[in-house]
T-cell receptor, first 117, second 113 residues
Framework: AQKITQTQPGMFVQEKEAVTLDCTYD???????LFWYKQPSSGEMIFLIYQGSYDQQNATEGRYSLNFQKARKSANLVISASQLGDSAMYFCAMREGGSSNTGKLIFGQGTTLQVKP | ETGVTQTPRHLVMGMTNKKSLKCEQH?????MYWYKQSAKKPLELMFVYNFKEQTENNSVPSRFSPECPNSSHLFLHLHTLQPEDSALYLC????????????FGQGTRLTVV
């Protein structure tokens, strides 16, 4: 069965430093997509970055990069040069592909990140 | 206008009330979703609509009734809810067939008293 695991309930990082949020996944589908979302206290889920299972290179979006290790089934999010506004809940999610793709996402438990000034 | 709009943002209702949550997307997407986010739990998928047709009901109790009149609008009708149904309800939309991400609304924070 498909599953997403985030083992870090909470993380602290000093402003301007980099931080890595862990995510491991489990699926038997060879085609899938991995996503990271940010959820501030307002509640909205904000899309950060996407990695496809067949992508050869790690995805990057500004200060966000995804460390994709397919053999280990991990998709860690790296935030460089942390800012106070990065304090939020972060969710890793997976969407399976193929003919059964309904677009639904399976989410991990989330990691609360706090950036210290 | 924002991509996905949910109303109301906050709702308090009694267990005997009937209310509806509304979601509207202006992105031209062909799939819409309802998710439930309870405290200290991951988001749980409730319903999936592809091209206005319900393609998934994730064992949701019948006191939650979805409606998708067209590909831009999605409703969640609520009746005789329980206090444990208090949660943040998030609507999302996406375009099937590609790698595009799901876009979420800001959610409705529901409290059942």
């Amino acid at each position: 069965a498909q599953k997403i695991t985030q083992t870090q309930p909470g993380m602290f990082v000093q402003e301007k430093e980099a931080v890595t949020l862990d995510c491991t996944y489990d699926t038997s589908d060879p085609s899938y997509g991995l996503f990271w979302y940010k959820q501030p206290s307002s509640g909205e889920m904000i899309f950060l970055i996407y990695q496809g299972s067949y992508d050869q290179q790690n995805a990057t979006e500004g200060r966000y990069s995804l460390n994709f290790q397919k053999a280990r089934k991990s998709a860690n999010l790296v935030i460089s040069a942390s800012q106070l506004g990065d304090s939020a809940m972060y969710f890793c999610a997976m969407r399976e592909g193929g003919s059964s793709n309904t677009g639904k996402l399976i989410f991990g438990q989330g990691t609360t990140l706090q950036v210290k000034p | 206008e924002t991509g996905v709009t949910q109303t109301p943002r906050h709702l308090v209702m009694g267990m005997t009330n009937k209310k509806s949550l509304k979601c509207e997307q202006h992105l031209g997407h062909n799939a819409m979703y309802w998710y439930k986010q309870s405290a200290k739990k991951p988001l749980e998928l409730m319903f999936v609509y592809n091209f206005k047709e319900q393609t998934e009901n994730n064992s949701v109790p019948s006191r939650f009734s979805p409606e998708c009149p067209n590909s831009s609008h999605l409703f969640l009708h609520l009746h005789t809810l329980q206090p444990e149904d208090s949660a943040l309800y998030l609507c999302a939309s996406s375009q099937l067939g590609g790698h595009t991400e799901a876009f979420f609304g800001q959610g409705t924070r529901l409290t059942v008293v």
